[in-house]
């Protein structure tokens, strides 16, 4: 079993900047790759960034690409996301994620366990 605390939302300006966190405990942090997703109202739950196990590996949306950077720090057991130049369709509930199996990392069916969400509100 994995337990994924999200921090870090809030409400900010467009162009702004925001850092969420995703603290792991449960399995050992480094034995599995972590996602970030997005969900706005009314609408699916959207793939933002991943990591893999040691951080050698990133991938992002392409809304996100060159705006967003996605670390982890194994030590701390945190995955982070750091957020800039953010826009009003940013909004949303943003949700870390722990892939435990398999090489597939932008469906959220490719997850096994979530955390319980975290609101960004970019204003215009």
């Known amino acids: 079993q994995v337990q994924l605390v999200e921090s870090g939302g809030g409400l900010v300006q467009a162009g702004g900047s925001l850092r969420l966190s995703c603290a792991a405990s449960g399995r050992t942090f480094s034995t599995y790759a972590m996602g970030w997703f997005r969900q706005a109202p009314g609408k699916e739950r959207d793939f933002v960034a991943g990591?893999?196990?040691?951080?050698?590996?990133?991938y992002y949306a392409d809304s996100v690409k060159g705006r967003f950077t996605i670390s982890r720090d194994n030590a701390k057991n945190t995955v982070y996301l750091q957020m800039n130049s953010l826009k009003p369709e940013d909004t949303a509930v943003y949700y870390c994620?722990?892939?435990?199996?398999?090489?597939?990392?932008?469906?959220?069916?490719?997850?096994?366990?979530w955390g319980q969400g975290t609101q960004v509100t970019v204003s215009s």
């Open positions: 990591i893999s196990l040691t951080g050698t590996w990133t």
């Open positions: 994620a722990a892939r435990m199996r398999g090489s597939g990392y932008l469906r959220p069916s490719d997850y096994d366990y």
